[in-house]
């Protein structure tokens, strides 16, 4: 299941990114599995990786490798995450950076690597080394979609975002895909992101941005709250629009920042749209807090609740579950008759109990949305936060009961 | 669902304790929905409560009562759990007390409510008014099974556990009931659990066992992690019993002790075992950690994450999602290449990675199993932490999606 449309938009090219797509049967004979990013030697690369400690063995070499050079290509696979695989997953995720260097005539250092899927599975070296130099001998502009496709795993659907902006005269393009379904509550990064402009970034700009707009974004998503061991999230700037660079003191940064911000969180709520088992795309607000921390906690509370996300699943307006998540929430000295609870325009809690006025066909109508917003003023401060999941269906428990059979 | 029998014990009468049971109709005409506790005048009551700020009318009520007289009565009803009733739910609870005091000639100060249910609707309070007087007039010694039945609400079978200790020549018997399926993860306390005694337990001493044995018992489960509102675990000292005063420095302490702890054992892992939707049984167990806040954190970590949970589910021996929860777990300065993860006797994780000795067949091996425990050894420290919980199945989803209809 999923919630809405959910249709690709229309891509628009990126110049200096080109995108290769191939096969190398990881995890099925002829399925997409594998997608390169090739970037033109003017291009930055900034990026943030999933904080589970577990981190897979990918994500610990792109982090070495952004370090030391610009990279020139991105490589992902899915099928297998060669995460929890110990000193050969570092030695095999080597082993594709050098595969896919060679073919390409760079330094194994250039090149970043991804991988999605299963836990614990040696990667399958030999397969992903005898595919890769077809993929980087056919790259092209024009490959978003098919690439949105290359990197899904348990997703039902592509994901990607695009959009275009006027900086003073010149235009910019950004685009931008991402992955994932389960194992969703991202610390740092999303389960996988790529967001690429052709505007030029001044590299302190773009590090920042990738740090920002991924905490406004893919890090206020969650599914299940489970922390991905390979979360990343890519932001490429390739530099070559006709246009000035981008500095922390430009004019233009603000709008630039805008465009790219709504391509973070496109992807990011198309993410938990695309939940496993997802029947409803949930809002949850908390405003009035005295500190981000509280705000944050009372919001991912609700979202982790079972009890709240299986009344989501069963449209039943059951606010006392809501009520009671932010009760254990642990915010010290909560003031219970000061707080108030709303279901979309709805006030449910309103002097420590059932709003006056809240009736069950008021709340009825809008559980039975699609999209729904839980919102929680705790009138204690002026920090706002938002945070946004799904439901807790059957499908849930199906997929991930029979995710490896 | 539930896992193992789950029949109830042979109940050893508790002079001194009384039982009445009654129906009121709160939720269902003829359903047995109201208990009595009728305690001798000479007993000491101590309890904990749950720590969910918007703790029910009726814990309000029994901390203030037990604050200010030693209770001669416990008035339990189920159907309506009198929380999130804001100031008209205080009212209903004290009239509720005030009608059972009047009709047992006690001060309605000497009457702890404790009620569990829906949250947010109106309490009954006519209906539960009625029925008292044939209650109260009606208690006895050897009613602990019927009770044991008449405080349940979604659970599929009573919970009840009973022992006697020799203490220097003396027998003390010890009685308790308990229930609860869902939301739960106590927090200071269990959905609601009554532990009798005839010992002649000192007042200090009860309030340090009731605390303290109910942090090594009922805060050591969760189900869904979600904390209720109601939560309440009362112990009882009738003081009946032909042997000399308990105190903390009594000889006799330890024996008892070690009794009373049993039986709040029984009685918690009973909450676990009736799990909503339960089909295992699972005790994660967490070794050589720096402190026991990192202890409990990688625990409920492990205890909460829906994807160990839904593999529990399919008995799918999926370590690398047990190995994602304890790298999201927040420990800071993890060793990954030092510790190690058990699934019973089979090492799943060393050195960063899948044991060298693991095999599928292993793991499957245990999985299968109805009783299962996970043990995470840090290697970091002296600490050692268990917690107790369940799988996480299609029948969840469906109890919790029904609840109300």
Redesign the interface.
């Known amino acids: 299941m999923a919630v809405g449309p959910g249709t690709l938009p229309e891509f628009f090219p990126i110049p200096g990114v080109r995108l290769g797509i191939g096969s190398a049967g990881i995890k099925k004979p002829g399925r997409k599995d594998l997608v390169v990013f090739e970037l033109a030697p003017e291009s930055r690369v900034a990026g943030i990786f999933t ?5 897979a063995a990918p994500v610990n070499v792109s982090r070495q490798h952004l370090a030391q050079r610009a990279p020139r290509y991105l490589l992902i696979n899915t099928g297998n ?1 060669n ?7 570092m030695k095999d995720a080597l082993s594709c950076c050098q595969a896919l260097a060679s073919a390409a005539g760079v330094d194994a250092t250039e090149v970043l690597p991804f991988s999605t899927g ?3 599975e040696p990667l399958p070296v030999d397969k992903i080394v005898s595919a890769l130099p077809a993929v980087v001998a056919d790259t092209d502009m024009g490959r978003w979609a098919e690439a949105a496709s290359g990197i899904m795993t348990t997703d039902t659907r592509p994901k990607g975002a695009s959009c275009q902006v006027n900086l003073d005269g010149h235009t910019v393009s950004i685009s931008g895909i991402s992955k994932g379904a ?2 969703i ?1 991202p ?1 740092m990064a999303t389960m996988l992101g790529f967001i690429a402009t052709d505007a030029n970034i001044a590299p302190d700009v773009l590090t920042a941005l990738a740090s920002e707009l991924g905490e406004e974004s893919f890090n206020r998503i969650t599914i ?6 390979n979360d990343a999230c890519m932001l490429i700037a390739s530099g070559q629009y006709s246009g000035p660079e981008i500095t922390s003191d430009s004019p233009l940064l603000p709008t630039l920042r805008a465009a790219l911000k709504q391509v973070y969180l496109d992807l990011a709520h198309a993410i938990v749209r695309d939940g496993e088992g997802a029947t409803k795309f949930v809002t949850i607000e908390v405003s009035q807090a005295a500190s981000q921390q509280e705000a944050l906690d009372v919001a991912y509370t609700v979202a ?4 709240v996300k ?2 989501l ?2 449209s ?1 307006p ?4 809501i ?6 929430a642990g ?1 010290a000295g ?1 003031d ?2 000061a707080l108030e609870i709303y279901l979309g325009d709805v006030c449910l ?1 309103r ?4 709003a006056d006025d809240y009736s069950e066909e008021r709340g009825q109508a809008v559980m039975d949305r699609e999209e729904i917003t839980i919102a929680i003023d705790l009138k204690r401060g002026a920090v706002m936060e938002r945070v946004w999941t799904c439901d ?3 499908d ?3 997929i ?6």
Chains 1, 2 share one sequence.
Not at 51 to 55: H, I, P, R, S
Not at 83 to 89: F, K, L, P, V
Not at 224 to 229: E, I, K, Q
Not at 351 to 354: I, L, T, V, Y
């Open positions: 904080q589970n400690q577990f981190c995450a995460a929890g695989t110990g000193e050969q997953g299963v836990i614990g389960g194992m509550r610390n299940d709250g489970d922390t991905s061991t982790h609740s079972p009890l299986t009344a699943f069963a039943d059951n606010w006392g579950r009520l009671a998540a932010v009760g254990r915010v909560l219970l008759n809690v002097n420590g109990g059932r807790f269906s059957h849930y428990v199906t991930n009961a029979e995710y490896r059979t």
